[in-house]
C-alpha cells in the first residue's frame, strides 16, 4: 500500500516539475526580459528585434512597424506633401498671375472746374506697383506752364476703402510724355512710374485723386 502511494507521490511531484519547468521556459522567453531586444539609435529612433524571428519593428506615432511599413508610411507622407505643395505653388501663381494683369482704376475727375479727367492703371510685380496715369486734355494753360518748364506738377494720391492714404506719387514735368493727336496738337500727358509695395497693401487699393500745379 505504501509503496502505492508513494509512486503517486512521486508521479505527482514529477509533473509539478514539468509544469514549473514549462511555467519558467514560457516565462524567462516572453515574460521576462521579454522577446525584443529593444535599442536607441544616435538619431533618438527606437528599434525592437524580436530575438526568436529576427524581424525589427521601427517605433513610430502611430506604434511599432516593420521597416517596410515605415517606408510605405514615408513614401505615402512625401506624396501628401508633395501634392500640397503644389497646390499651393499653383494658387500662389495664380495670384501672382492675377495682380501681373493691369488693373484699371474708376477715373476721376479734377482741376476748378473739373475739367480734367484722370485714367489710372497699374500692375503688381515683384513687390512692385508699377503705375500709369493719363492725363487729358492737355489744355492751352497746362502748355502754357508746359513750354515755360514751372509745370505741370502732379499729385497722385491712392487711398484703400476707408480713404486711408495709401502712396503719395509727385509727377513732375520730366518724368512726364506729351501724346501727340498727329495733327501738330496733344490729346494729353501720361505719366509711368512705380514703388515698392507689399502684396496686401496692393490689393487694398480702391482709389486714386490728381491736383496739379506749377512752380512759380
Known amino acids: 500500500m505504501n509503496s502505492k502511494t508513494d509512486k503517486i507521490e512521486r508521479r505527482e511531484t514529477a509533473i509539478r516539475w514539468i ?19 529593444l535599442t536607441r539609435q544616435n538619431n533618438g529612433t527606437v528599434t525592437r528585434v524580436n530575438r526568436f524571428t529576427g524581424v525589427v519593428d521601427v517605433s513610430t506615432g502611430a506604434g511599432w512597424m516593420t521597416s517596410e511599413q515605415r517606408r510605405k508610411l514615408d513614401d505615402e507622407s512625401a506624396r501628401r506633401q508633395a501634392a500640397l505643395t503644389a497646390a499651393v505653388e499653383k494658387e500662389e501663381a495664380t495670384k501672382r498671375a492675377n495682380l ?53 506738377i502732379f499729385n497722385l494720391n491712392l487711398y484703400d476703402k476707408a480713404e486711408f492714404l495709401i502712396h503719395k506719387e509727385q509727377i513732375e514735368k520730366a518724368n512726364c510724355t506729351l501724346l501727340s493727336d498727329g495733327k ?33
Open 19 to 37: 509544469v514549473f519547468a514549462v511555467v519558467a521556459f514560457l516565462a524567462a522567453s516572453f515574460i521576462w526580459p521579454t522577446p525584443y531586444i
Open 100 to 152: 501681373s494683369k493691369p488693373r484699371l482704376f474708376a477715373d476721376t475727375h479734377f482741376g476748378s472746374e473739373l475739367q480734367y479727367n484722370a485714367h489710372l492703371s497699374s500692375v503688381y510685380e515683384s513687390d512692385t506697383v508699377r503705375l500709369k496715369l493719363l492725363v487729358s486734355p492737355f489744355s492751352k494753360g497746362m502748355r502754357a506752364f508746359y513750354d515755360q518748364g514751372i509745370g505741370p
Open 184 to 216: 501738330g496738337g496733344y490729346v494729353g500727358i501720361q505719366f509711368e512710374g512705380q514703388y515698392p509695395s507689399s502684396e496686401d497693401e496692393y490689393k487694398s487699393l480702391t482709389g486714386f485723386a490728381v491736383t496739379w500745379y506749377f512752380r512759380d
